[in-house]
C-alpha cells in the first residue's frame, strides 16, 4: 500500500485499529434533517469525541471551521431526494478527486445499492472512483445503501453487498448490523467494516448492545449519527459509544458513563 494511502487510513482508524465515525451527510438526500438544521452547531459538542466526520463538501466549506475538525470522509455520491423516494438508488458521482484533494479529505464515500433497479449503474460508480482514488491514494468507503427498505438488512444481504464493495476495490465498508449472522457479513468481506445505526432507537442500551455486539463479532468501529445526534444527550451517547470503541466497554459500562453525564446535566 501506498504511503499516502497508509497516512490517511491512519488518520481514520486509530492505533488500536477501531474507529468513531460522525456522518453528518444526511440532507444530502434528506434536506434540514431533525437536529441537523444547523449541522455545525450540531456538531460542535461532540466532534472531541469522533475520530472522522462524513459529509458533504457543501457542509464542509459552509458550516465546519477547517482550524478546528477532524479528518474528513468526504460524501461524494447524490443527485437524489426524499422527494422521489423510488429513485434513491439513483445515485451518481457528486463531487470531483480533485475537489476532494482541494478540500484535504482523508477518505471518500459513495453509495452501492445492491439488489435494486439501479445496481449496475452504482456499482459502476464505485468501480470508477476506485480507479480515480487509487491513482491519488485517497481510501473509497463504500456505503451499502437501502433506501427506505430498511427491512433489506439481514445477515445475507449485507454479506453480498460488502462482499461486492471490498470485490471493486473499496477499502472500508459502512453498514447494517443485524444481530444473527454478523460475524457471516464480517467474515465475507476481506477489508475493514464499520456499522451505520439507521434511524434513531428509543433505547441507548439499545444501541450500545449493536456496538459491542458488531465490535465482537468483528466490525471494526462505527459511522453512527443519528442515534447520537438526535439524542437528547449526545454526548453522553458520544461518550459511551466512544468508551465501547477504544476502552472495551461493556454495554453495561457504556450505560453507566451514559448516565453519570445525563444526571449531572440534568
Ligand atoms: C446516509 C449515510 C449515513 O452516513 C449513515 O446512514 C450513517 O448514519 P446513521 O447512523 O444516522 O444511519 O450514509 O446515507
Redesign the pocket.
Known sequence: MDWGMKNRLSQLIQPDGRCLFL?I??GYFQGPTTKLEEPGKTIEPILPYADAI?LTRGILRSCVDPAKTKPVILRVSGGTSMARKEELDHEGITTSVREAIRLNASAVSM?IFVGSEREHQTLLNLSNLVNECEEYGIPVMA?T?VGTELGKRDARYLALACRIAAELGARVV?TYYCEEGFEKVVRGCPVPIVI???PKVDSELEVFNWVYDALQKGAIGV?????IWQHDYPVAMAKAIRAIIHENATPKEAQAIFDKIKSAKS
Request: no cysteine; hydrophobic share 30%; proline share 6%.
Open positions: 456522518p451527510d444526511h462524513m453509495s456505503v445503501a459502512k451505520a445505526g439507521g459511522n453512527l449519527g443519528r442515534n
